[in-house]
């Protein structure tokens, strides 16, 4: 069963830095693109950054370019999203999603496999 899990989400000051990881399990991660994605209350769930299978070519949007970096490490079969410099308006869960295109994408529609989430809170 191909599986996705997020970690390392939790309650920073403005300012300050999180790791996020994305596992995957029942599969391997570097022959599938990977997306992080993010969704606050009351908004649509938005694509921020993605790594495609060789990891070559990576997208970002406007609200993370500077702070926000992906990264993957096909030996633990995992990516990883680290933010720095986060600001309250980051707050929201985060999402990592896997698909076998060789692209690179941040469209929601794109990606089959989904992880469940894992909450960042930014506030003083």
């Known amino acids: 069963q191909l599986q996705l899990v997020e970690s390392g989400g939790g309650s920073v000051q403005p300012g300050g830095s999180l790791r996020l990881s994305c596992r995957a399990s029942?599969?391997?991660?570097?022959?599938?693109?990977i997306g992080w994605f993010r969704q606050a209350p009351g908004k649509e769930r938005e694509g921020i950054l993605c790594?495609?299978?060789?990891?070559?070519?990576?997208v970002y949007a406007d609200s993370v370019k500077g702070r926000f970096t992906i990264s993957r490490d096909n030996a633990k079969n995992t990516v990883y999203l680290q933010m720095d410099s986060l600001k309250p308006e980051d707050t929201a869960v985060y999402y990592c999603?896997?698909?076998?295109?060789?692209?690179?994408?941040?469209?929601?529609?794109?990606?089959?496999?989904w992880g469940q989430g894992t909450q960042v809170t930014v506030s003083s």
């Open positions: 790594i495609n299978s060789s990891g070559g070519r990576l």
């Open positions: 029942g599969f391997t991660l570097d022959s599938y693109a």
């Open positions: 999603a896997a698909d076998t295109f060789p692209y690179c994408s941040i469209a929601v529609g794109d990606y089959e496999y």
